[in-house]
Nanobody, 122 residues
Framework: QVQLVESGGGLVQAGGSLRLSCVAS????????MGWFRQAPGKEREFVAA????????TYADSVKGRFTASRDNAKNTVYLQMDSLSADDTAVYYC???????????????WGQGTQVTVSS
């Protein structure tokens, strides 16, 4: 089992920034990749970014490319999502997930955090 705890969400004005954190514990060695997803009210969950623990290689959704940056601190078993130039369209609950491959497909992620709310006011 892998336990994931997100933090860092909140209310921010359009154009502002937030940094989300996700701490992993448990059998973290079983998951090669950490992903970030989000779900806005009335919408389906969508992929945001993924990062490989070992190499730090990242993948982003087109909607956040150039604005969001995923990173990791292996010593702390923590991944981050730096979000800049936020807009109202970024308002959602953000989830981190532990998975096997760096993909936008949520079915390849086995463990999920509880989510953290990000609200961007326009």
């Amino acid at each position: 089992q892998v336990q994931l705890v997100e933090s860092g969400g909140g209310l921010v004005q359009a154009g502002g920034s937030l940094r989300l954190s996700c701490v992993a514990s448990g059998r973290t060695f079983s998951s090669a990749v950490m992903g970030w997803f989000r779900q806005a009210p009335g919408k389906e969950r969508e992929f945001v970014a993924a990062i490989v623990w070992t190499s730090g290689s990242t993948t982003y959704a087109d909607s956040v490319k150039g604005r969001f940056t995923a990173s990791r601190d292996n010593a702390k078993n923590t991944v981050y999502l730096q979000m800049d130039s936020l807009s109202a369209d970024d308002t959602a609950v953000y989830y981190c997930a532990a998975g096997r491959i760096a993909t936008a497909a949520s079915q390849y992620y086995d463990y999920w955090g509880q989510g953290t709310q990000v609200t961007v006011s326009s």
